[in-house]
């Protein structure tokens, strides 16, 4: 899982958030209802470069990726988990200073 070692664990983000003087810091997590795509869709939505673990490997290699899948046989819809539809969501408040003062 390479997202997994590209990120902090959720404690240290939590503590990080505080420690920038973030309130109220929680997670939680969502879940969706997954989509269903053609095989063009599909290959539309990743032509956009979605998912930050593309930036990992060069543009030849997504280049020659995307071509395979594209040439490959066609199996129907595509049952689709997408990123935010399964995911971890971090929020919390950090208070504003009064107008006029920075």
């Given at each position: 899982?390479?997202?997994l070692q590209?990120f902090?664990?959720?404690?240290?983000?939590?503590k990080?958030?505080?420690?920038?003087?973030?309130?109220?810091?929680?997670?939680?997590?969502?879940?969706?209802?997954?989509?269903?795509l053609?095989?063009?869709q599909?290959?539309?939505?990743?032509?956009?470069?979605?998912?930050?673990?593309?930036?990992l490997?060069?543009?030849?290699?997504?280049a020659?990726?995307?071509?395979?899948?594209?040439?490959a046989?066609?199996?129907?819809?595509?049952?689709?988990?997408?990123?935010?539809?399964?995911?971890?969501?971090?929020?919390?408040?950090k208070?504003?200073?009064p107008?006029?003062?920075?």
């Amino acid at each position: 899982m390479a997202e997994l070692q590209r990120f902090p664990s959720l404690p240290a983000l939590e503590k990080k958030l505080e420690e920038a003087g973030f309130r109220g810091v929680r997670s939680r997590f969502l879940k969706g209802v997954p989509g269903y795509l053609s095989r063009e869709q599909y290959a539309e939505w990743i032509a956009t470069k979605p998912i930050s673990t593309f930036e990992l490997i060069s543009d030849e290699e997504f280049a020659g990726g995307l071509q395979r899948f594209k040439a490959a046989p066609d199996a129907g819809m595509i049952e689709q988990f997408f990123v935010y539809h399964s995911c971890f969501m971090v929020s919390g408040s950090k208070p504003h200073a009064p107008l006029g003062r920075e």
